[in-house]
């Protein structure tokens, strides 16, 4: 078992940034894929980012490439998602998520919200 806990969400306004942190715990965090995904109301849940074990490869969606940026403490057991420039069309319930691979997540965290406002 995995557990993950995000935090880090609120309301920021257009333009600002946020970072989000995600604990994780149970397991040897560098064994797994970290990713983070984002559900906005009225839409199915989509893929964000993730990073591979050791962190070293990044996949980030077309939608916040060059804005979102993914990483990862082995250290601390946390993935981090810095997120610049954000937009009202970022709002949404962030979700971290762990895995064996870059297509496979088994385990998730409860949600942090975040909203951007004009």
């Known amino acids: 078992q995995v557990q993950l806990v995000e935090s880090g969400g609120g309301s920021v306004q257009a333009g600002g940034s946020l970072r989000l942190s995600c604990a994780a715990s149970?397991?040897?965090?560098?064994?797994?894929?970290m990713g983070w995904f984002r559900q906005a109301p009225g839409k199915e849940r989509e893929f964000v980012a993730a990073?591979?074990?050791?962190?070293?490869?990044?996949s980030t969606a077309d939608s916040v490439k060059g804005r979102f940026i993914i990483s990862r403490d082995n250290a601390k057991d946390t993935v981090y998602l810095r997120m610049n420039s954000l937009k009202p069309e970022d709002t949404a319930v962030y979700y971290c998520?762990?895995?064996?691979?870059?297509?496979?997540?088994?385990?998730w965290g409860q949600g942090t919200q975040v909203t951007v406002s004009l």
């Open positions: 990073a591979s074990r050791s962190g070293g490869v990044t």
């Open positions: 998520a762990s895995g064996p691979t870059f297509s496979t997540f088994n385990y």
């Open positions: 149970g397991r040897t965090f560098s064994t797994y894929v």
